[in-house]
C-alpha cells in the first residue's frame, strides 16, 4: 500500500485515527505500507523502517527508536525543529539511557538533577549549578 501525506491537513486526533487505520490494515494483510509524509507524529508512532530524504538524497535510514539517537544534523534540524520537539527528544535519551543529552542547556541540566533528585553532572550535588 501506498500513503501520500495521508494526513495532510487533519487535526491531531483524526491523524491518530488515520495512522491506527493504516498500521490494522499494514498488520492484518500482512502487506508493507510506504508512507511518505512530513507528519512526524506518524513517524515516530507507526514508522517502523525510516527514510529521511533531503534534496532527492537518503540521508538518513534507521527506525523510529534510531532516529531519537542520530546525530544527523539535517535529520535532526528537521524532525526536532521547535524547542518543544527539542526537549521531547532529550526528555526520551534521558528515559532511555538514564543520561542529560551532552547539548542540554545548563539551566536545563540543573532543572532536571533537581527534579529526578540525582547528580546529573557529576560534581558531587544534586541540582547544584556547575562552577
Known amino acids: ?3 501520500d501525506e ?7 486526533q ?12 499494514t498488520q492484518e494483510y500482512k ?7 512530513h507528519d512526524m507524529n506518524s513517524v515516530m508512532e507507526i514508522g517502523d523502517h525510516i527514510v529521511y530524504m ?6 538518513w535510514e534507521g527506525t523510529n527508536k534510531e532516529i531519537i539517537y542520530s546525530d544527523n544534523q539535517k535529520l535532526n534540524e528537521f524532525i526536532f525543529a521547535s524547542n518543544f520537539l527539542q526537549d ?7 528515559q532511555e539511557t538514564g543520561e542529560i543529552p551532552k547539548d542540554v542547556h545548563e539551566d536545563v541540566r ?3 538533577e533537581e527534579k529526578f533528585n540525582a547528580d546529573m553532572d557529576g ?9
Open 110 to 112: 540543573d532543572a532536571l
Open 88 to 94: 521531547a527528544k532529550n526528555m526520551r535519551m534521558i
Open 54 to 59: 533531503n534534496q532527492g538524497e537518503k540521508e
Open 6 to 12: 495521508p494526513n495532510s491537513g487533519l487535526d491531531p
Open 1 to 3: 500500500m501506498f500513503c
Open 31 to 37: 502487506t508493507t505500507t510506504i508512507m511518505n509524509t
Open 14 to 25: 483524526t491523524s491518530i485515527v488515520i495512522d491506527k487505520l493504516i498500521n490494522d490494515i
Open 123 to 131: 560534581d558531587g550535588v544534586v541540582g547544584s549549578p556547575k562552577e
